[in-house]
């Protein structure tokens, strides 16, 4: 059983709590959604539960947490690492290893299991993940979606009796996240408890018995599932979700009067491999220019690889674009392009967010405000960066590029770790983008596709599957 008893918690230096005084009860075997808008306390309750809150991330906290027993407030964090095993939004803040294998072995052998009985956690792990493929390969070599299978089956190897995971799918595909389900569904029935703080909320709709919707780090509503599945989509809306109704299909939106055909670009020579493991191979793609393009595909089908070659980062590589009968290579391209990364930490430098977002830009006080605003981050933009939610730290690095004056912009992942709201807010945004930059879109958000996309590309396995315009 998970006790939490009026807990409340600041963060160093944040103006205000991230939790108020939340006090809840989570039975031995239950399933729970945490949902909520972005910066709601989603994340927070997780970690009061896992221990890393109070003893990693730092701040004023009152209340206690018991987890079996356990009160893991004053616990060590191995104590509690025994009984909660955790997922977090970003996997690579969790990998101690450089390779797949050694990486779902790794807590097992931090927790003195015989080497016998964790090369058989590591390989059920495997298959339950469907990650057999992964096995021995490089951390640095997979995609952020295989990197995220790899955190879970690491977890799933430690057989806690309860997992916490945050934002599990938001760089999974639609059939990883069908694999994720399964296994849910496969601790569950072993009695397991999982605490799940999610964006995405179709593929759990037969999964979580009960639903905690957090809204300004109190809990805003506590119901059972099927009470929850019956509101109405206004309903979602009013509280900043998305629907429970499943929404999987990539199709482009109306292209509003832009006209089909009016610009094109011509995309050459699009390889890269690494080591032996063929990543992308496109001899040569033809595309409208000026408009937003979705990037779509399943895990390592070289949809970040194909990013990197658009702004120039691979160094090998011999891809150009061709614009208006520009021929730009790969020098020009790292100068004409702009990209938001899938994990937004590697590219937060300042101090607050208004410096960040103007850093290399040559823009104004107003410019700068209208893009905030727009965001929905003006209220944050005297924060550190690196003090906001995984979903502010992304809408930051969306307002960097915006911001950039580049007439090439790449966004992974933009919308990971995004409320309704705020996935909505930047879609807006991109799809205001139409006729004055190409943009790429590299995403597994279907309603984000449908928003703001006017052409939809498919990769699989490194090759060009289809291309889809506007109806």
Known sequence: MIEIDHVSFRHSKADGPSLRDVSLTIADGECVLLCGASGSGKTTLTRVINGLIPHYYE??????????????????????????????????????????????????????????????????????????????????????????????????????????????????????????????????????????????????????????????????????????????????????????????????????????????????????????????????????????????????AGKSTFAKCLCGQQRRSKATIEVDGELRKRRQLAKSSYMVMQDVNHQLFCEAVDEEVRLGADVTEEEVAEVLGALDLLPLAKRHPMSLSGGQKQRVAVASALLSGKDLLVFDEPTSGMDFQNMELTASLLSSLCGKASVFVITHDPDLVRRCCTSVLHLEAGHVKTVIGGR
């Open 59 to 300: 701040g004023d906290m009152s209340g206690s947490v018991r987890v079996n027993g356990l009160d893991v407030t004053g616990a060590e964090l191995y104590e509690t690492a025994r009984m909660v095993g955790s997922v977090f939004q970003n996997p690579r803040s969790q990998f101690f290893c450089v390779d797949s294998t050694s990486e779902l072995a790794f807590a097992c052998e931090n927790m003195g299991i015989n080497e016998d009985e964790i090369a058989e956690r590591v390989d059920e792990a495997a298959r339950d993940m469907g990650i057999e493929d992964l096995l021995g390969r490089s951390l640095f070599a997979l995609s952020g979606g295989e990197k995220q299978k790899i955190a879970c089956g690491s977890v799933s190897a430690l057989h806690p009796d309860v997992f916490v995971l945050d934002e599990p799918s938001s760089n999974l595909d639609l059939a990883s996240i069908e694999d994720l389900r399964e296994l849910l569904k496969k601790w569950k029935a072993c009695g397991k408890t999982l605490i799940i703080a999610e964006h995405r909320l179709y593929w759990l709709r037969d999964v979580c018995d009960r639903v905690i919707c957090m809204k300004d780090g109190r809990v805003g509503f506590d119901m059972p599932m099927d009470h929850f599945a019956s509101f109405s989509e206004e309903e979602y809306r009013a509280f900043g979700l998305r629907s429970i109704n499943a929404l999987t299909l990539f199709v482009p939106k109306e292209r509003n009067g832009v006209q089909e055909g009016s610009r094109r670009m011509v995309l050459r020579g699009f390889r890269h491999s690494y080591g032996n493991v063929e990543a992308l191979d496109i001899d040569r793609l033809e595309l409208p220019a000026g408009e937003v393009i979705a990037v779509v595909g399943p895990n390592g």
